[in-house]
């Protein structure tokens, strides 16, 4: 597709749409939305716009459709394949003004928001009702880019995703229309499910405008572990025998010996640097917990754990939590000199020790920094690698073992992204994992955005 650039004439278009203090061509505003935090180049917008409304998004892009701008969705910037550059400049739309909490139905366990509401903001206000939204990325994002790429995070394994807790989504398309779809009844039968297609489409379908989100009670009674294994493979294995079991965690996060290492440096912890399991359970009653902490531990001795430490007090279990949020941001400081590339891929659990052995094995394998854990509950991995800047050698290295891993993955009956989305960096496994239902996409895409001008360049080689 063809694009038109941006012209002063456009600009005093979108001026009359919205204020004029909320559209720019600052090389400053250019530049805050021309990359994420992934390793891709950065490429810088036309103009950013800042609406505050629906009816603003809809002419926004009603007049960009009819003009053949391209447009761009743009949340928190915390995204880590691309997923926000605006690869074929245009305009781009930040949300940050539309953040509203609009209500909250306690006795219904729901919410409805604006897409730029940081999930942390709306959970610091829940916390006194005694509820919370679950899905928990860690970073500072948007619940509008967590629709976009479905996000997830440590407690997917027992709330689910965030496709699993969306009940009603207001999606201005490309023409400037308004759909509305889904219900606020827990469960339909009725109809297509629009709502699973927008979610994870990043943007490329139209512009998610308004939520209603599912909200679950905050359970008063948990119980945390540390366990530590003599190797990555034994604590994967644990991780499948501890779900077969039906225990139910609530987080299940496994972490390589780098990763504790690193933990015992920058928040002194005193770990000892082997795998290990950090596990959250929640429960009704503190007997349930520790019954349940009992089969658990008797799950991880028959894999050879090294240490099992339950009983974690509130403020450790959160510093731990804090310090696993944080792992990421540890480990860019202690390479200076060095960007990171994360490899994200999810496999069913039962190839999880698989997976994670073939990830530790290409670490030890070469001398770039790598950093191996990940959401084990859900058949979750993530490798860090941190490659030094300039050094082209070094990153088609590092591209090359992203592209063993993933490709070990879909062999495995998994998927080339877990949770991080597709972006610039996974389109070209999508024919791979897809196969022939990649062409009913692409007849989707073009069914909602005929001219192709949204977020252009993401999930479809050009």
Known sequence: MQFNKITQRDIKVLQSIVATERISIGESDLNLHSKDQSQHPAISPEAVIWPKNIKEISDILSYANSHLIPVTCWGGGSSLEGNPIPVCHGLVI???YMNKILEIRQDDFQAD???????????????HKGLFFPPDPGARATIGGMIANNASGTRTIRYGSTRSNI????????NGSLLETGCRSSKTSSGYDLINLFVGSEGTLGVVARATVRLTGLSEMLSAAIVTFPGLKEAGQAVFEIIRSGLDPASLEILAPECISLFNKEKNFKLEVLPTLFMEFHGPSQQYLHDTMIINREICNGFGCR?????????????????RYELSEMIRRTHPGRSHMVIDVAVPVSAYPAIISLARAEVKKTAIPGYVFGHAGDGNLHLVFMGKNGDKK????????????????????????????????????????HGGSLQWMKSIKQLFDPNEILNPGKIFLP
């Open 113 to 127: 928001v604006e897409p730029g509401v940081i999930y942390q903001d709306l959970n610091h206000k829940l916390r």
């Open 394 to 433: 070094e990153w088609a290295r590092i591209g090359q073992i992203n592209d063993k891993i993933v490709e070990k993955a879909i062999s495995l009956g998994g998927t080339a992204t877990g949770e991080h989305g597709v972006g610039i960096g996974k389109r070209k496994f999508m024919a791979m994992e």
């Open 167 to 174: 009940l009603r989504l207001s999606v201005v398309l490309a």
């Open 94 to 96: 930040d949300l940050s």
């Open 307 to 323: 240490d099992f430490r339950i009983g974690i007090e509130r403020k450790e279990r959160d510093e731990l939590l804090m310090a």
